[in-house]
């Protein structure tokens, strides 16, 4: 039994409805969010964007990391995007879990020790989006007038509330 | 005139129609999937999936990144998820981009040249999606029976074809 036979099954269905193919590549709204992987969070609805309107970058805790900024300077730089919303959540993961239990889960399960692994935990969440906005915001590789805020999702209530609004410049 | 107006207008309507505050945070179907930041990829409808059900992380190309593997690391490890689906595309910006190109936008943009930065663009997309699929395997931090596969997504036909299936062991 191929473990991935739901995702082949679901996807042929899609295809028989499928009405995207002459979708252009830059998002129509300018726009890109970076957000959580979290299962509960769908970004296109929760924010009202359908295929088409924007990039969307996500990873455990909707982190500024290298990767999302190196991702963004393409997405700026190269294909018209003009503004980006980092969207934090409530009950996150990230903010969650304590560094030396995810250390003892993986040796116990793997025997190894990921120590040198940088999970870019979360300590405060407030802080943590703020310090995220002001990343995007600083990236010396985004042109003057990219507009940035910082939204942080509520998964009980399914509220983005907006926190913070910077311009780079 | 807010620049993200339009989002927070938006989600008040979401709000109106929202059932979803109970989700539990592991996944439903104990998946992750890894794909573009692209915005013709819609991958919960693609994949037949609803919210709950998976992790969604993207970036640009659906390389996997120092930042992807510690976020599936939690996401195996903390979060029950014991399948991850690497979704490349056709038509990819990480393909198509010549590295020169973007530099030159980012300096006549920002005055800055982003030459240290690594933008993991795709010279051979076969390769790379079979070389993306190897990395999430090779993760030393996933535990045996840890299940990767690998899908080449047709933004022209909604396609997700599978192309790789891979063990960690």
Avoid: W
């Avoid at 963004?72 to 919303?85: C, H, I, M, T």
């Avoid at 560094?99 to 020790?113: F, H, P």
Wanted: glycine share 8%; charged share 25%.
């Amino acid at each position: 039994m191929d473990p991935f036979a739901d995702l082949i099954a679901a996807n042929a269905e899609y295809v028989d409805r499928f009405r995207l193919g002459d979708l252009p590549a830059p998002p129509r709204r300018k726009l890109a969010v970076v957000t959580c992987m979290d299962c509960r969070i769908d970004p296109l609805a929760i924010l009202g964007l359908e295929a088409g309107d924007a990039h969307v970058l996500r990873n455990a805790g909707a982190r500024i990391t290298d990767d999302v900024l190196r991702s963004l300077v393409k997405s700026v730089n190269q294909l018209g995007v003009e503004r980006v919303a980092v969207m934090h959540h409530t009950d996150c993961g990230a903010a969650k879990i304590v560094l030396s239990e995810l250390r003892a889960k993986v040796v116990e399960a793997t025997g190894n020790d990921p120590s040198a692994v940088e999970f870019h935990l979360i300590d405060d969440q407030a802080a943590a989006l703020e310090a995220d906005v002001e990343a995007v915001r600083g990236c010396p590789y985004l042109p003057p007038g990219t507009e940035v805020a910082g939204f942080l999702y509520d998964v009980t209530t399914g509220v983005a509330e907006p926190r913070h609004h910077a311009t780079v410049g």
